[in-house]
Structures are given as structure tokens and as C-alpha cells.
């Protein structure tokens, strides 16, 4: 029987029914929108988390010694970097090398003189800190600071909390090397307001020679971060450099920002994502396999007459898996159509999460503030066309040999 | 050879727990070019001794030789091929294909069959619906059709393949008596010019008095076997 | 806690007329004061009075030491059940609801205790002072009527303490300290403590109930009152172990 018959013949049932076939492609299309909006959305907020991410706190590359680096936690002052000469070197010479910017972290108490609150402290040379990181348009009030002087920059949720502001003087109880406790007194310099909460909310950023001689830890660093001109390239640049650091000084190692729990954290989250296809694909299928078993039913007598002119069984089964496909591709149009729709929308003006939740998503460990924009992800859009195509295919095939399997003579007396 | 021959055929259905015996050892020898009614109440196993015959359907026990094959060496797909190439059905509920026109739904039986160039596929279809009275519907849907006209649509796509033999369940049940002359007058002419054997099951006196031959089926078994000439055959 | 469990063995310095009071250098009154903190055991009920901002908040805990290792439970209604270990160099806590024991480390140390003006830090130091820091005695001064020396500690090279600088009041007669303070290396007066009363308990002279002062942070003080102590109590084996803290 010619294929194109067949063919020709199914195409004529889809339009007959066009009420059922319509639904049941706009279920499949629904499915498929949900798909690809999330799949946006969730991509969006990931890449806004990993910029967060780069462009205030962790850049593209680290460089500690590994020792450091597993104790980060602590914030220990042990197993500091020294800045050599030969280290920098090195550094500058990266493909891409945009800029380097040396820190050392520890941890203070931050007090007004009349309360205390646990924060992040941060030493830094300022003209290095503004090559690697985007600071330089989110102050909401004063500036950085010099070398040299006895200032410091924190966020203004901090100093809100801390009834704090530009002028005003704050003490820093910090520990040093010997665990002897120092204070280091400044006067605030300058707010900012990021898209990254840690800054905004848990650091306190000072000159890095006032902190070396307050920890009593001249000349180190506790890590040296890097920016490159191209993000994806940090792994390999990241190999490389610590490579030639380690000839220097074995204790040394250079991690990318993709090698951070954090991102790996973001990653596993997209896994899930895959499960949510899962569970809107068996929606998919129950619609398909529904259709297919009402087409059969009205059509039991067309069938027992196509099975008594001599229509093998396999023919007529290809004549419904075929309309089922013609189903999941209309649908499968629809649905990316609604989701380029979608996405266009989410791009026009962002979703703004937490203004509409009110919440911090920082305590759902994911470091956003602000508005979130829908990813362009083509590759979605074929996953999930094609997927939803398989299946409209592979669930049509079981209800269809059930309708073609029937005896000839019962279908078609069947009523 | 004769087309058909039955021998003690049996047929019991499983309904249940109960057996229900729809045959009960039917002997019959068809000739070709018969044109031969089957009657009798429903229930008598009429319609199974024409599924049967049409090899929609095998015995429980004794055995069917058309054309000179033993339908029960059979397999399904080898039931179909027999069927698709050699027997045409008409049946009371049309069962046309809605979404096919009245070309379309005769194109279908003859293309399943194959072996025939489009052009010739197409001198025969065209051919077989003039013949039936149909001329100028070719393009109409099943819906925009009379009861009638439907029906002869079915017998042409019972036709069109010219088979050996054309099996019509109740042809004329759904038609008025105006239609349901004009289409027996048109199996008829099939069957002169063409030697088609036709059988049909029928409570529809009409349609006896145009049977040569007469088969009364009761009881799932053969009680009457007339000509047209009158003699009888015994069973 | 070993702070205040400072002894005064019954050491009474005859105040010969005429004897100057600088013939004790400042190395000897420390040492004097050092023994008196090696006790070998004790156990002691002793209550906690929080005061931040004019509110009040009262805890009381049951503490038994060895010298080594201390173990301390809250017993005031809204912290009872919570357990502090201290073994050697190592701080653990219970908390009774969740059922869970954390060990307290690295930068968790300097955090205040259960709200108070003590950090666990502050517990924890029990190496002696004369160990960790070099004494002069730099004068003297009248604490609450009572005539003491001052010393003044400056910690020692490369050693691991809290504070870089301490300077302490401590009874001529009883060689028990009576107030100190404690300073950053920034020079900044941190914290305060402030013997409120002293006893006589078993021929030592012990503070019975003073006052620490967070100096960073305004209006807050945290009274430490001893009600019931014991000297070498029965310690059953296996007190201070993890599956006791349970």
C-alpha cells in the first residue's frame, strides 16, 4: 500500500477532526512552552548568579596556594601568598590578562560603638580591585578609598543595619596572626549597592596595607584574583598558569570560577530541570494515547472494512502513528512559538523575583539581586521539539495496534 | 473447479463461559458465476456462514477451499492477500471512509490490490462508478451523498478490483425500494457481463426473487437449497 | 571558667612593719596567682546575669572541672539540656532539641558564649599566664578599699593569645585578682572585668561574683555570680566524653 497514500489518508483524518486534533496538539504545545520558558528562565537567573559571581567577588581566575584554599572557610592567615615579582609576572603574561587584583580576607567584628556584627574584611589596593571588578558605577554615596588611608567601603544594606553612613567611624575587631585581637578604627568612605548580596550585606572593604599591618602579615595576600577576556576559557588559562606557578612556588594552585561549589551547585540545579521534561512529557503522551484510542473508536468500522478489502494490520498502524506524529509536530510548532513569544516578553522588561516574592533569594544560595532576563537557548528549542515528536510517536504505536489488531468482523459490526 | 466448497465446517464462539454454536457442519459448494441469496432468521448463522466464506473468518472445525486454497492453512496476512485480491464487500453499514471522496473511497480498494498502472487505476475506477449510476458524483464526500448513492459507491469499491467473488451483507436493508432496485439491477448486470459470483444474505424478498439460487440457513445449518429452476438440492 | 576559680593557698604574707611591698617582683605574684588557678577539681553551681540595653536575661549552669577538662549544663528553664565539653584544647556543645553536638572551632571561638560578654575564647585559655605573657609590676592602686598591686602582662613573642596587652589588680593580701583589663594591640581597651566580692571558701580566697564589660559596645555587662562550689567532688569516670554530653 503506497506509502503517500497512507500518508495522504492520515493527513485527511488530522483535518477531519480538526476540534480534537487542535486540543491535543495545543495540550502538546503547552507542555512544550512550559519547557522551554523554564528552561529561559532557570538559564537567565544561572548566568545573572555567575556574573554575580565574577564580576564582584571570585573573577575569572584564583590564585591561593592549595592549602588556603581548603581552609577558605576559616579565613585562616597561614598558607598566604607572598607577592612576588616572579608570581605577578606570570599572571600578567595570560592570554586575555585584563587585570589582577591581590586580597586579603579575614573576618572582624564590625562595631558602631554601640553594636557588634560579624563580617568579611577585605584588603585590597584600589586601582587594581577597579581593573578586575564592576564596582566603579554602584556607589550610592562617596568614593574608594587610597593606600594608605584610614577608610573603608561597605555595602549600604550593611550600614543600614549598622545605622551607618559616609563621615561616620567604625572599629574593626579582627585577630591577628597570633590570634591576638586588634582594632583597626577607619571612617566610611563610600557605599555601594550590587547585584551580589554578600557584598552588600557581610563584607567591609579596606586598604590592603593598613590590613597587612593590622594582622601583622606584611607583604601577603591571602589570594591574587584575575580577570580574563573570555569567561569560558578560565579552566584551560587556569591549568596553564598553575603550571608555571608551581615551578616558582609548588604550594600555589589557580582555580577557575567553574570549579566553584557554587556553580557546580547551579549546575546539578539545571539537572533537575531535565526531570521537570519528564513529567511534561508523560502529559504529552497521556494526550496522545487518549486521542489516538477516541479516533480509533469512531473509526472502528472504516477499519474492519480497510482489514476486510485486505489491509494488513502494520498499514493501518502506520496511518494513526502517523496522524499521532502530525499531532506532536503541529503541537510542537505552537509550543516554540509560544515560547519565543515567552522569552521575548521576559527580555522586554526582566522579571524582577524578588519584588515580587519579597524574598532574599541569597538565602536560597543563589546570589541575585535585581532583575532576571530569559536565555536564548536554541538548542532547547530542538530538544524539546524533537522529543515531543518521539514521543507523540512512540505513544501512538501501542493504542494503535490495539485499534488495528481487532477482527475485521467485530470491527465492523462494532457499535 | 467450483470457487467454493465447505465441508462439515463448524463454528463455535466462546462467550463467556458459554459456547454458542453459530455453525453447526455446513456443506456447500459454490459455483463461479452464481448469483445466490442466503435467508433466514437472525441468529441462524447466516451472517458467520458469509464471513466464513469470505475469509474474514475460520472454522472451528471442517474445512474451506476457495479458489482452490484451504483457508485454514492460512495465516492472517495470508487471509488478507486472498481477501484484498479476490473478494469484494458490500456491506449494510457502508463503512466508507468519511474523509475520502467517492473516487477516493473505490481508488483505495483497487490500489490496495496494486499491480496496475495510475492511469489504468484510474480508466477503472472511473469505469466502475459510471457503471454504477455515479457519474459526475466522483468528487462527493460520503456526506454529501444519499443513502443510495452510498451504497453504490460500496459496490463499486466491492468491484473495482474485479474479484471473483462479492459477498453483500444485507445490501438493500438501508435503502428505499426505488434505490435498492436500481442497485440490484446494477450487481445483476455485473454478474452477466462480468460472471462475478455474488452471495448475498438478505431478508429482502426482492432481492430473492432476482437469486437464482436460495439457501436457507437455520439453526446454524443448511435446511433449503433451491434453484431458480425449481430443483432442489438436498444437504 | 578557670579564671574564676582562682585560690589563694592560705599563703598570708606577714606584713612585717617596715617590709616594702616591692620586694615581690612581679614574676613572683603572678606565679603566686597562676597556682592559685591549679586546682585540681571543683564543681560549682554559678549563675549569669546578661544586661544589654536594660534588659535582664539570668542563666544558671552546674560546672564540674578537673583542671584539663571542664563540663559545664545550663539549667534555667529556657536553656536547660544545652551542655558545653571542654577537653583539652577542644570546645564541644549540645544542644538538647535538635540532639546534635557541634564542635566550636576556629573563627566560631571568638563569638560571644550564650550571649554574653564572654566569648568561648575567653573559657577556653588555660595555659598559665606567666607562660603567655611578661609581667612588670607598675605600680599600686586601691580596688574597693582594698590595697593591690598592678601588673601590667605583655604577650609574649609568637605565642597565641587573645589579648596583647592585660593589666591586673590583685589583692595584696589575698592574691586574688580584682580587676582587669584587657587590650587590643591597637592599643584599644577592649573588655573589663570588674571582682565584685570575694569569699573565703576551704582557706582560699575565691571572686564569688564579678562583672565583665564589652567596651565595644555601649550598656552591656555580664554578672557572674558563684553560688556553690566544691572542691575535689567525686568525678565519675567517663564525665567528660562526647556519649556523656548526650
Known sequence: ?????????????????????????????????????????????????????????????????????????????????????????????????????????????????????????????PDH??????????????????????????????????????????????????????TIDVEVAGLVHTSNPNVNSNYVYLPLDLVQQALNTDGQV?????????????????????????????????????????????????????????????????????????????????????????????????????ESVGIGIIGGLIGMLLGAVGIWALNLSGLDYGAWFDLDMASYGIPIIGKIYGAWNPHSFVLVFGFGVLVSLLASILPAYWAADKDPVKAIYHR | MALLELKGVTKIYQQGKIEVPALRGIDLTVEQGEFTTIFGPSGSGKTTLLNMIGCLDKPTSGTIIFAGQELGRLTKKGLAQLRRCN???????????????????????????????????????????????????????????????????????????????????????????????????????????????????THDPRVMTYARRRLEVRDGLITQDTRGDGASVSH | MKKYLLVVIGLAVSMASGLSVFALTAEEIIAKVDANQYITSARAEAEMVITNAGRKITKTMVSITDGENGLTEFTNPRDRGTKFLKRGDELWMFFPEAEDIVKISGHMLSQAMMGSDFSYQDLMESDKLTELYTFTLIGEDEVNGRPCYVLEGIAVEGKEVSYYRRKIWIDQERFVGLKEELYAQSGRLLKVLTVTRVEEIAGRW????????????????????????????????????LERLR
Open chain 1, 222 to 322: 591571602s589570594k591574587i584574583i584575575v580577570k580574563l577576556a573570555n569567561a569560558k576559557a578560565a579552566k584551560r588559562v587556569a591549568g596553564e598558569l598553575a603550571g608555571v606557578l608551581q615551578t616558582s612556588d609548588p604550594r600555589l594552585q589557580v582555580y577557575a570560577w567553574d570549579d566553584l561549589e557554587a556553580v557546580t551547585v547551579a549546575r546539578a540545579k539545571q539537572a533537575a530541570n531535565g526531570l521537570i521534561l519528564v513529567i511534561i512529557l508523560i502529559i504529552a503522551a497521556i494526550a496522545i494515547i487518549n486521542t489516538v484510542i477516541l479516533a480509533a473508536l469512531e473509526r472502528m468500522g472504516e477499519i474492519g472494512m480497510m482489514k476486510a478489502l485486505g489491509m494488513q494490520t502494520k498499514e493501518v498502524v502506520y496511518t494513526f502513528v502517523l
Open chain 1, 129 to 182: 580591585f577597579g581593573q578586575v571588578f564592576a564596582f566603579a558605577g554602584q556607589y550610592v554615596d562617596g568614593t574608594i578609598f587610597q593606600l594608605g588611608q584610614y577608610q573603608a567601603v561597605l555595602g549600604q544594606r550593611l550600614a543600614d543595619l549598622m545605622q551607618l553612613e559616609v563621615g561616620d567611624y567604625i572599629t574593626l575587631l579582627v585577630r591577628d596572626r597570633n590570634k591576638t585581637f586588634n
Open chain 2, 87 to 201: 473478494i469484494g464487500f458490500i456491506f449494510q453499514s457502508y463503512n466508507l471512509i468519511p474523509v475520502l471522496t467517492a473516487y477516493e473511497n473505490v481508488e483505495f480498494a483497487i490500489r490496495l490490490v496494486g499491480g496496475r498502472s495510475k492511469r489504468e487505476m484510474h480508466e477503472k475506477v472511473m469505469q466502475i462508478l459510471a457503471d454504477v449510476g455515479l457519474a459526475g458524483l466522483e468528487n462527493r464526500k460520503p456526506g454529501e451523498l444519499s443513502g443510495g448513492q452510498k451504497q453504490r459507491v460500496a459496490i463499486a469499491r466491492a468491484l473495482v478490483k474485479e474479484p471473483k467473488l462479492v459477498l453483500a451483507d444485507e445490501p438493500t436493508a438501508n435503502l428505499d425500494s426505488k434505490t435498492s432496485e436500481e442497485v440490484l439491477e446494477v450487481m445483476l448486470k455485473m454478474n452477466q457481463e462480468l460472471g462475478t459470483t455474488f452471495i448475498f444474505s
Open chain 1, 1 to 125: 500500500m503506497g506509502r503517500v497514500f497512507l500518508t495522504k489518508l492520515a493527513l485527511k483524518n488530522l483535518l477531519r477532526h480538526r476540534n480534537r486534533t487542535l486540543i491535543t496538539a495545543i495540550i502538546i504545545a503547552f507542555a512544550i512552552f512550559y519547557y522551554i520558558f523554564l528552561d529561559s528562565l532557570i538559564d537567565g537567573m544561572t548566568q545573572l548568579s555567575y556574573q554575580t559571581l565574577i564580576d564582584y567577588e571570585t573573577g575569572h581566575l584564583q590564585v591561593v596556594t592549595a592549602s588556603y584554599w581548603e581552609e577558605e572557610q576559616e579565613l585562616p592567615l597561614d598558607n598566604l601568598i607572598g607577592l612576588d615579582e616572579q608570581i605577578l609576572t606570570a599572571i600578567r603574561a595570560v592570554p586575555g590578562y585584563l587585570g589582577s587584583s591581590p586580597e586579603l580576607a579575614f573576618r572582624a567584628m564590625l562595631s558602631n560603638g554601640v553594636n557588634e556584627l560579624p563580617v568579611v574584611g577585605k584588603g585590597i589596593i
Open chain 3, 206 to 241: 575565691f571572686p564569688v561574683a564579678s562583672v565583665m564589660e564589652n567596651k565595644l559596645r555601649k550598656n552591656t555587662q555580664t554578672e557572674f555570680l558563684i553560688t556553690a562550689l566544691e572542691f575535689d567532688p567525686e568525678i565519675p569516670p567517663g564525665t567528660f566524653t
